[in-house]
């Protein structure tokens, strides 16, 4: 069972801000920009369960300074690209979670950014390609 986890920042981001105004220099009107760390994390157990326990933890989710949710519903209007680094397995952070703080039932993590603009799927493909990933070890999807 998968359960999708998003990452904002409560404060303006200035790395979704930056990538906006870089994009209008470049002559790319994708609107609004905005920015999210995306977790998928692959577990063996009950999903509403583990949704609970994984929004609390702070090693992911620093409540002083992100928000929270599960899934990709509530997202900002818009096209989405989700960029991954091609070979990321996520090691360190599933021993973390896994050994230290005990939540055996993730079996991978995958991570990634997602990013959502205010255009449509053309425009969000050129953002990518030329700003938002990197093809020597990073791969997109247009969601």
Not at 9 to 37: N, S
Not at 65 to 80: D, H, V, W
Not at 98 to 116: C, F, P, S
Request: hydrophobic share 40%; glycine share 8%; aromatic share 4%.
């Amino acid at each position: 069972m998968n359960v999708e986890l998003l990452v904002m920042l409560k404060v303006p981001d200035t790395t979704a801000i930056t990538a906006q105004r870089v994009l209008e220099r470049m002559g790319i009107d994708a609107g609004k920009v905005h920015r999210a760390d995306y977790y998928l994390f692959d577990i063996g157990g009950n999903e509403k369960e583990f949704a609970g326990k994984i929004v609390k933890v702070d090693v992911i989710v620093n409540s002083n300074k992100n928000t929270a949710q599960i899934g990709l519903s509530g997202k900002p209007k818009g096209t989405s690209v989700l960029v991954k680094d091609s070979d990321d397995e996520c090691e360190g952070l599933l021993h973390v979670l896994t050994q230290r703080l005990g939540m055996r039932e993730i079996k991978k993590i995958r991570r990634g950014v997602l990013w959502t603009m205010e255009c449509d799927r053309e425009t969000a493909k050129g953002a990518a390609e030329q700003l938002l990933c990197n093809r020597h070890y990073q791969d997109y999807k247009i969601l």
